[in-house]
């Protein structure tokens, strides 16, 4: 199967639009002044019908499909989709399949599953999924079994806990996320 590039080049424009725009709020401090930015709300909500269709139509947009460029760009299209858990909890089993088959990304998977399990308040697997205490320290979110976490992130490609907390830090400052 060749890739399809329309569909590639879509997901990336769709991964941009996120990305810039997310950018932008935060270089000019309108991120913190909303809850959910309606800009923001705005981008999510059409990559999230767009998505719902390419999963209609294709299932998992895998790099056989769309390259590993854009397979990550589907996933971090789904990722931010946290106004619809529906499409998540939709594409989760459909990724589960892609990454099964060489198709995905085996950590990409592990954030939309901690993902999902955080927004259900329940315990996350892989601790990809952090928050900054009221002292601007960051800290993983509740882990279920935190003693096997680090073999579970490295059999997904993931770096240990602890280094992906210290860099999460080095990113935080008090008055705002930094530019690295």
């Given at each position: 199967m060749a890739v399809?590039?329309?569909?590639?080049h879509e997901l990336l424009a769709m991964q941009a639009a996120d990305q810039d725009l997310?950018?932008?709020?935060?270089e000019t401090g309108e991120l913190e002044r909303h809850?959910?930015?309606?800009?923001?709300?705005?981008?999510h909500e059409r990559n999230n019908a767009r998505m719902r269709a390419i999963l209609d139509t294709h299932?998992?947009?895998g790099g056989r499909l769309v390259g590993d460029d854009g397979a990550r760009a589907a996933w971090l299209i789904v990722q931010h989709a946290v106004l619809d858990p529906g499409l998540m909890r939709r594409a989760l089993p459909l990724l589960a399949a892609a990454v099964d088959d060489g198709d995905a990304d085996g950590w990409c998977l592990a954030y939309l599953e901690d993902r999902l399990r955080t927004l259900a308040d329940r315990p996350q697997r892989y601790g990809t999924q952090h928050d900054i205490d009221a002292g601007?320290?960051?800290?993983?979110?509740?882990?279920?079994?935190?003693?096997g976490v680090d073999e579970r992130r490295?059999?997904?490609?993931?770096?240990?806990?602890?280094e992906a907390?210290?860099?999460?830090?080095?990113?935080?400052?008090?008055?705002?996320?930094?530019?690295?």
């Open positions: 399809n590039d329309a569909l590639r997310l950018q932008t709020l935060i809850a959910y930015h309606p800009r923001m709300r705005a981008v299932g998992w947009p601007g320290r960051a800290y993983p979110l509740p882990i279920e079994d935190p003693a490295r059999a997904v490609g993931l770096d240990p806990l602890a907390t210290a860099r999460i830090q080095r990113r935080y400052r008090p008055d705002g996320p930094s530019r690295e």
